[in-house]
């Protein structure tokens, strides 16, 4: 059975930096897209960043310049590493890894870690 652990939540000050893992285990094959979503209380789940297992990488407009996610295919690990994080940037995190095929996908989810951004 495949589980999402994620770590490195916490909480910052702004300005500050986090850096979020997600490890897959329980898994034989690759993840063809890992992604990080977050949801803030009161708001929808909603996309920060995504990367693909050739290296494309997609981010929500307003972490532009600001967040980085890559993965380590070899360990099945994503990582998201937040810079000059904003009050606003204070939300639950969740880790998702894409698996594809011809005319499927199927979505695996983390547990979710806090992150929380004093002003």
């Known amino acids: 059975q495949v589980q999402l652990v994620e770590s490195g939540g916490g909480l910052v000050q702004a300005g500050g930096s986090l850096r979020l893992s997600c490890a897959a285990s329980?898994?034989?094959?690759?993840?063809?897209?890992i992604g990080w979503y977050r949801q803030a209380p009161g708001k929808q789940r909603e996309l920060v960043a995504r990367?693909?297992?050739?290296?494309?990488?997609n981010y929500g407009d307003s972490v532009k310049g600001r967040f980085t996610v890559s993965r380590d295919n070899a360990e099945n690990t994503g990582y998201l590493q937040m810079n000059s994080l904003k009050p606003e940037d204070t939300a639950v995190y969740y880790c998702?890894?894409?698996?594809?095929?011809?005319?499927?996908?199927?979505?695996?989810w983390g547990q979710g870690t806090q992150v929380t951004v004093s002003s």
């Open positions: 990367i693909s297992g050739g290296g494309s990488t």
């Open positions: 329980g898994s034989s094959f690759s993840f063809n897209v």
């Open positions: 998702n890894m894409k698996k594809q095929g011809a005319g499927w996908e199927y979505d695996y």
